[in-house]
């Protein structure tokens, strides 16, 4: 490819919408075009990244067994009735209506689609186990697009889905999966740590997350990990041990129970400071709204309630902290005059009150009384009515591993893709069986496994970057080196630079030369600002019989001949292609 002719443009600025690296470096180098929000042009140099991750990821799904197909875009609601994802999908789904007004959506994601031509096809044990996978843009009406390609409306996803007969099957396919998420990263030269994570109310089902970590703002996770053992969660999911810390007010000579009054302590500190006891002597009560119904949430003072945690406990889709307003109804409703910091689930009723494991271990503890500058202290469980106790705590880096007791770490992480054990969620509802040896119909046992293919080719430039561009691991490079003469009103230089093109493009090496009759330095940021692996520059010292080739990884320039830089670049780039 020549340079000149390139579609590409490079910008001077970086977009002002942009907060991320990754979103900065592929406008400003000329990859994407925002068409509108969360929706992107792929430009040629894009394409032919997203091309590359497609065919590292077909390539290895194919070798694990899966077979490609491809499903429509468009969905019909009826299917989607089917499974009851219809009435419960929240904003997210797009729905639309065609001239006949029927109702359809555009697809967020497949599984509705997948079950129906599974239950079409696969009657018998005997075709079981399979695997269905497809490549396709999905569209998603995110709440907060965001980040470039890293949360779009319309991305690009691998989704794959499992079929079997037992949940060992799956077992195995899942492991099957899992290996070939590492081997399809791997290959994008893009480290990923494999990390338990939330899979909704569905019970004892099983997913994991494949997490890039980064120290950048672009990480939306956060993922817990030990060091010294494998565990590693996202804090939807993460558990942990608590360091010891007082449990008992009789050490703090709380253990006559008995309502005392708390002027202003509208929180946990201001409490603590007025009674002189520690947080983790307190039974902090909050209020939620899920699925626009209040619950009340206790957890201990000095702890945190994760919202994924609770919104599974309570079974619902959409979980948030109440209003002020929102508490005010409700205590106006329950009779009582008290604002937060207050509130208690004493005395509550026709409420669901979900506890934290933490809060078992408490003993003479102080509590609201839902009436205002007042608290119970020496309260014991006796005088709570506790719906659950169940873990919805929010893990904090420094509490201990749940498998071996040492201290965790916390860092953030960009979700690549995710493995999910759904069982029979969709195959039971939506009837879709196999007959089993017996001749008995049985629903299928599935998986299902996602990768963004748009978002690990951002997460690669989160991962490799620097100042002045982006610095593409070579198997995911648009191209892997770019020849730049700097002059082009330079015979010599320009004849040894198209010699070197030529023998690169016979080797099957994937280059551009900057053809531009541009001055050096627009041409050498541009090179850098793209991203190509190498760049091999023909200038003065070819009167010597050099040239220079530069590695944009390391920043290391070697002097050599133009052989020698033509066969060290089909060296590495083959070499790195082979791995
Ligand atoms: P997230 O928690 O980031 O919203 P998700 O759990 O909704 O992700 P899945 O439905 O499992 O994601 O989709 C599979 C993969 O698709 C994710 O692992 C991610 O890589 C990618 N993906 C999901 N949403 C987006 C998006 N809005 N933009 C780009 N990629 C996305
Ligand atoms: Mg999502």
């Known amino acids: 490819m020549r340079m000149s002719k390139l579609f590409v443009q490079t910008l001077r600025e970086f977009p002002s919408d942009a907060e991320v690296v990754s979103h900065k470096f592929l406008v400003k180098a000329g990859y994407i075009r925002k068409l509108t929000s969360g929706v992107y042009n792929y430009l040629p140099l894009m394409w032919r990244v997203l091309k590359k991750i497609e065919n590292i990821t077909r390539e290895e799904m194919d070798k694990a067994g899966a077979q490609e197909l491809l499903m429509p875009f468009v969905q019909p609601k009826e299917l989607w009735e089917e499974s009851g994802r219809w009435e419960v999908y929240g904003k997210e789904l797009m729905r639309l209506k065609d001239r006949h007004n029927r109702e359809m959506c555009l697809g967020p994601t497949h599984e509705e689609i997948i079950t129906s031509i599974a239950r079409d096809g696969l009657k018998s044990y005997k075709q079981l186990p399979v695997n269905l996978y497809q490549i396709q843009s999905k569209f998603r009406d995110e709440v907060r697009p965001r980040f470039g390609l890293l949360r779009g409306r319309e991305f690009i996803m691998k989704d794959a889905y499992s079929f079997g007969t037992s949940q060992e099957e799956l077992d195995k396919e899942y492991e099957n999966m899992a290996q070939a998420y590492r081997n399809i990263f791997n290959r994008c030269g893009l480290p990923t740590k494999m990390v338990q994570s939330d899979s909704g109310a569905i019970g004892g089902s099983v997913s994991h997350e494949f997490m890039v970590i980064t120290d950048t703002d672009a990480g939306e996770n956060d993922v817990f990990y030990c060091d010294d053992c494998d565990y590693s969660a996202n804090s939807n999911h993460a558990v942990s041990k608590l360091p010891k810390a007082v449990v008992d007010g009789a050490e703090c000579g709380l253990k006559e129970k008995k309502v005392v009054d708390t002027p202003n302590t509208f929180s946990i500190d201001e409490l603590c400071e007025f009674l002189k006891v520690p947080p983790s002597l307190i039974c902090k009560c909050l209020v939620y709204i899920a699925d626009s119904k ?244 023909v200038g003065k010292t070819i009167v010597d019989g050099k040239v220079e080739l530069v590695t944009r990884e390391t920043g290391e320039k070697v002097e050599m001949t133009p052989e020698e830089a033509t066969s060290k670049v089909i060296e590495f780039v083959k070499s790195a292609l082979s791995k």
């Open 294 to 537: 209040p619950v009340l949430a206790l957890i201990r003072g000095d702890k945190q309630v994760e919202e994924t945690k609770l919104m599974n406990a309570v079974e619902a889709i959409e979980i948030r902290i109440a209003t002020a307003e929102e508490i005010e109804d409700l205590m106006q409703k329950q009779g009582f005059n008290a604002a937060r910091g207050f509130i208690s689930p004493i005395g509550m009723k026709d409420i669901t009150v979900i506890a934290d494991e933490t809060i078992k271990d408490l003993k003479n503890f102080v509590v609201g009384v839902n009436e205002q500058d007042k608290h119970m202290v020496g309260a014991n469980l006796s005088d709570i009515n506790i719906d659950k106790f169940v873990d919805i705590r929010l893990v904090e880096a420094g509490e201990l591993c749940p498998q071996c007791g040492k201290p965790l770490k916390v860092t953030k992480g960009i979700e690549v893709g995710n493995i999910f054990q759904l069982g029979t969620k969709y195959s039971k509802p939506m009837n879709a069986v196999y007959l089993d040896q017996n001749g008995k119909a049985q629903p299928y046992v599935m998986g299902c496994y996602g990768i963004g293919i748009s978002r690990t080719a951002a997460a690669a430039v989160e991962a490799h970057y620097d100042d002045w561009g982006i610095k593409w691991p070579i198997a995911i490079a648009p191209y892997h080196v770019i020849v730049v003469p700097v002059a082009t009103n330079d015979e010599t230089q320009m004849s040894v630079a198209e010699k070197i093109y030529k023998d690169l493009l016979e080797a099957g090496i994937e280059v551009v030369i900057d053809d531009r009759n541009e001055r050096p330095g627009v041409k050498f940021k541009d090179a850098d600002l793209i991203g190509f692996p190498y760049r091999i520059t």
